[in-house]
């Protein structure tokens, strides 16, 4: 059992390695302010009638003012976003995210494309962020850490000469994890 589980533990951990590179990178460099940039176009849009809030309508009208332009929808999710009087509708992906708001005037409204560099990219996707595909992949490598980790203990606990410094180590962790979540 013992040779199974270690056995398993290399393998989840060798098919998940880069993943986990990708989380951990975008995460430590995210915590410190690096985003990545984007590359920002904005374009006008000809209305028949002012703009609403209905999120289906301003969707439909992003959708083919995209496709008037030559470019893809975004991969992630779309919402209305209301800032006092006025709103915008947003539409965030891996690749760009999209804003469509009303213009200077009531027959026009502004898009705004911005599309990512490779660097945002890999937060976007970090960011649940990508298609449904990627979304899954996130939540398998999720269950895998779960997995390393549960694994890695279970190894540790039952090898005599590792237990006590995993007590020590999960005793430690749980400590500070405490501390610096109480701290904020």
Do not use: C
């Amino acid at each position: 059992m013992h040779r199974l589980l270690v056995r398993w533990h290399m393998l989840v951990a060798a098919f998940l390695f880069p993943a986990i590179i990708l989380f951990l990178l975008t995460g430590a460099l995210y915590t410190w302010g690096s985003k990545g940039d984007y590359v920002t176009k904005d374009y006008q849009v000809a209305l028949s009638a002012p703009l609403t809030d209905d999120k289906a309508a301003l969707q439909a009208l992003t959708v083919k003012a995209l496709a008037d332009r030559g470019i893809a929808v975004p991969t992630g999710q779309a919402g209305v976003k209301k800032t006092g009087d006025s709103f915008q509708f947003e539409w965030t992906g891996s690749n760009r995210d999209v804003l469509l708001e009303p213009g200077a005037t009531p027959d026009s409204a502004k898009l705004t494309v911005k599309d990512t560099d490779w660097h945002r990219f890999f937060v976007q996707l970090h960011k649940a962020k990508g298609g449904t595909a990627f979304k899954v992949y996130a939540a398998i490598v999720a269950l895998g850490l779960f997995f390393l980790v549960t694994s890695g203990l279970i190894v540790a606990f039952r090898v005599p000469n590792m237990r006590r410094g995993a007590i020590i180590g999960s005793a430690l962790g749980l400590v500070t994890f405490i501390g610096l979540a109480a701290a904020g």
